[in-house]
């Protein structure tokens, strides 16, 4: 009881200090969060959390105050959050490290490695919050995006517009000269009435046309449809109104992804997964031949 009362009184004179010090030195914050883990390790919460969140809302948001500082408070901060049962705040203070992608985010790589596990172990002890959370949760939202990111083929793909006018928009030039341009539908659905369900409407008029445009030695540019498989997500009328970005590969490879990515779903609006299609062109056709998340 008397080593309690005593750590405890250690804990609330080092908090009064801090509070007392405006700065964000290294020595202040070294000395609040000593008396924030003595708090910590006699599982009085309430305390710890009086003595971390004024320095925590102060040095993470202050400019100058170094990386390393304020990667250690928003770790304290989160493993609070954490027994204090909220979750959602664990995650958002730890969203900048996302420590769940292969190649680590540059904010976490560049801290000291004991520093790295312990966001890792924190960032893990979180997230199972996702597993009960809603599907709009902004921080489980932006796990679920980088770990697609993941998922995605990096081909060194480049946006190349064509040279000439073809009426469409975008466009990509393809070696050989001709290009690519796409001819988007207004209104996307095209429904006819109310009662029309708009999930049923046909993918041949509520998405965008893909047409190959040429241009001949005298000027005049020619159209030809170019046929796009089914399974594409430029073919669904959930996806196909969003924005469209075109990028080629080294190797010929034509890329296809929503501009803002992921999208939001046509028909419910709610942001769809990561989309990437990938394509090599054959005649008058565009063949599939990789995509992300597999239909």
Same mark, same amino acid.
């Not at 948001?61 to 770790?75: D, E, M, R, W």
């Given at each position: 009881? /008397?080593?309690?009362?005593?750590?405890?009184? *250690?804990?609330?004179?080092?908090?009064?200090?801090?509070?007392?010090?405006?700065?964000?030195?290294?020595?202040?914050?070294?000395?609040?969060?000593?008396?924030?883990?003595?708090?910590?390790? /006699?599982?009085?919460?309430?305390?710890?959390?009086?003595?971390?969140?004024?320095?925590?809302?102060?040095?993470?948001?202050?400019?100058?105050?170094?990386?390393?500082?304020?990667?250690?408070?928003?770790?304290?901060?989160?493993?609070?959050?954490?027994?204090?049962?909220?979750?959602?705040?664990?995650?958002?203070?730890? /969203?900048?490290?996302?420590?769940? &992608?292969?190649?680590?985010?540059?904010?976490?790589?560049?801290?000291?490695?004991?520093?790295?596990?312990?966001?890792?172990?924190?960032?893990?002890?979180?997230?199972? @919050?996702?597993?009960?959370? !809603?599907?709009?949760?902004?921080?489980?939202?932006?796990? %679920?995006?980088? *770990?697609?990111?993941?998922?995605?083929?990096?081909? %060194?793909?480049?946006?190349?517009?064509?040279?000439? +006018?073809?009426?469409?928009? !975008?466009?990509?030039?393809?070696?050989?000269?001709?290009?690519?341009?796409?001819?988007?539908?207004? !209104?996307?659905?095209?429904?006819?009435?109310?009662?029309? +369900?708009?999930?049923?409407?046909?993918?041949?008029?509520?998405?965008?046309?893909?047409? /190959?445009?040429?241009?001949?030695?005298?000027?005049?540019?020619?159209?030809? !449809?170019?046929?796009?498989?089914?399974?594409?997500?430029? %073919?669904?009328?959930?996806?196909?109104?969003?924005?469209?970005?075109?990028?080629?590969?080294?190797?010929?490879?034509?890329?296809? &992804?929503?501009?803002?990515?992921?999208?939001?779903?046509?028909?419910?609006?709610?942001?769809?997964?990561?989309?990437?299609? $990938?394509?090599?062109?054959?005649? +008058?056709? $565009?063949?599939?031949?990789?995509? @992300?998340?597999?239909?």
């Amino acid at each position: 009881m /008397l080593r309690w009362l005593v750590a405890l009184a *250690l804990a609330i004179a080092a908090a009064g200090a801090a509070r007392a010090d405006e700065d964000c030195s290294a020595a202040t914050v070294a000395r609040t969060r000593g008396a924030f883990q003595q708090a910590y390790d /006699l599982k009085d919460f309430t305390v710890a959390s009086r003595i971390l969140e004024p320095l925590w809302a102060r040095c993470t948001t202050q400019k100058g105050v170094p990386a390393v500082i304020v990667a250690a408070l928003n770790s304290d901060y989160a493993v609070l959050a954490h027994r204090q049962g909220d979750d959602e705040a664990c995650l958002q203070a730890l /969203l900048d490290y996302m420590p769940v &992608t292969r190649t680590p985010a540059p904010e976490l790589a560049r801290l000291p490695p004991e520093l790295q596990r312990a966001i890792r172990f924190n960032f893990a002890q979180c997230r199972k @919050y996702c597993e009960g959370a !809603p599907l709009t949760d902004p921080s489980c939202d932006s796990i %679920r995006i980088s *770990l697609q990111a993941q998922q995605t083929v990096s081909g %060194r793909f480049a946006e190349k517009p064509c040279t000439f +006018d073809t009426g469409g928009s !975008p466009t990509l030039a393809l070696p050989g000269g001709a290009c690519i341009a796409v001819f988007a539908p207004a !209104p996307w659905h095209y429904a006819e009435g109310e009662e029309q +369900d708009p999930a049923q409407q046909d993918p041949e008029k509520a998405c965008p046309r893909f047409t /190959l445009a040429r241009r001949a030695a005298d000027g005049k540019v020619s159209l030809s !449809p170019l046929a796009v498989p089914e399974k594409s997500f430029t %073919r669904d009328v959930g996806l196909c109104c969003a924005a469209l970005d075109l990028a080629i590969g080294p190797d010929g490879r034509i890329e296809m &992804t929503p501009s803002d990515n992921p999208p939001e779903h046509c028909l419910s609006g709610h942001r769809a997964d990561i989309l990437q299609d $990938l394509f090599r062109l054959k005649g +008058d056709a $565009l063949v599939l031949l990789h995509q @992300y998340p597999a239909r």
